[in-house]
């Protein structure tokens, strides 16, 4: 990513385009996206990438955080068509830059996370994923799988307090 | 920062970060975050969640110029735009969303000297500015499904108690109450209602159309 952003390197590009393309489709077709459409936002979410690399901020976000935050806002640019309000930002100053131990604390807890999400009954697991695959609520999710909200939204809070507790 | 007593419930932060919210309730998530690093600290650890479920998914086929055609996207290297800080009573998403600050409201009188802008609507939500005078009360109103209330200016008070800048109230159905604004200053709070409100009382019952809520 630094060398995107610093140095507007298209072989680092490449690179990260070849890890993240094909899961970016993946993610938008899940998602509700025809081929066509997922391939043509997702060539919209990685040319995001690069215009954006400057904004990156590596101790509060992994790139995969990072694409996923931008594959989102465009879903819902397309499929729901309005700009998602943003929270302002929070950018580093040009003097400032992330503290290196907060950038490794923050990849190692990465890992744990994916290690976690790995570790989850197939149930919750599949749970977590619709919730992000979708934009379903909590209810609409409990119709879709003919469980009762209770049941399900405790479920979710129940798999992301294990993930929590997996982190801590 | 301000220092928030009352933060946002876990399951509207998730669902900011998947994007199931409806418009009108991400706008008022939006505000909070910029007001609460706690809660931006909550919707960047759901968002963590997403950046695992996407690392964690089986590739599919790109197309075979894929790479070419989005560097063709990317074009030359334009200015990186700063960041928008706001140092006016909005935070930035609210600020975008009335095209301006505090003075840019287009206030309607709503009755009881309240005043209010609506800045969104659609089937599933609505979102408005409401300014209550000092020491003055809402009507008294319960509500079918969800109302999240964010103050931005002044604060005030119901049974739940005090709310001030960056606090967040979040009533479900059942919930009865009546918020009083604090002596001082106007309370401007920004409201997100998912269903129309019913209001006790005969003279609230008739300000409820212009209320709209």
């Not at chain 2, 409201?105 to 005078?133: F, M, N």
Request: aromatic content about 6%; some cysteine; glycine content about 6%.
């Amino acid at each position: 990513m630094e060398a995107i952003a610093q140095d507007q390197d298209r072989k680092a590009f490449a690179e990260l385009f070849r890890h993240f393309a094909p899961r970016v489709k993946a993610f938008l077709m899940k998602s509700g996206a025809d081929e066509s459409l997922a391939e043509e936002c997702m060539q919209d979410v990685m040319a995001t990438l690069w215009r954006k690399a400057h904004m990156y901020d590596p101790s509060r976000a992994s790139v995969a955080t990072w694409i996923f935050t931008i594959a989102r806002n465009r879903k819902i640019d397309l499929l729901r068509r309005y700009a998602r309000p943003e929270p302002e930002d929070l950018p580093w100053g040009p003097e400032q830059a992330p503290d290196q131990a907060d950038v490794i604390a923050l990849q190692q807890d990465t890992g744990r996370l994916a290690q976690a999400l790995a570790k989850l009954p197939e149930k919750q697991r599949e749970l977590i994923q619709h919730a992000y695959f979708g934009d379903l609520s909590h209810s609409e999710i409990a119709a879709a799988t003919g469980l009762p909200l209770g049941t399900i939204k405790s479920r979710i809070r129940l798999a992301l307090e294990r993930l929590r507790h997996s982190m801590s | 920062m301000t220092d928030i007593q009352h933060h946002a419930p876990d399951d509207l932060l998730m669902g900011y970060a998947t994007g199931a919210l409806p418009q009108a309730f991400d706008l008022v998530v939006a505000t909070h975050v910029s007001l609460s690093d706690d809660a931006r600290a909550r919707v960047e650890a759901f968002e963590a969640v997403g950046g695992a479920v996407l690392e964690d998914l089986d590739k599919v086929d790109v197309a075979d110029d894929s790479l070419e055609q989005t560097l063709a996207k990317i074009g030359a290297p334009g200015p990186a735009a700063a960041p928008v800080i706001s140092d006016g009573t909005f935070p930035t998403p609210l600020r975008n969303a009335v095209g301006g600050d505090e003075d840019a409201v287009r206030w309607r009188y709503v009755g009881r000297g309240v005043k209010q802008c609506v800045l969104h609507s659609d089937e599933h939500g609505t979102a408005r500015l409401l300014r209550i005078p000092a020491g003055r009360s809402m009507p008294e109103h319960s509500h079918n499904g969800t109302e999240m209330t964010l103050v931005l200016k002044g604060a005030f008070r119901d049974e739940d108690g005090v709310f001030a800048r960056g606090d967040l109230e979040v009533a479900d159905a059942q919930v009865n109450h009546t918020p009083i604004a604090e002596p001082g200053e106007d309370c401007i709070c920004l409201v997100a209602t998912d269903a129309r409100l019913k209001f006790q009382g005969l003279l609230p019952r008739i300000a409820q159309p212009f209320l709209g809520i």
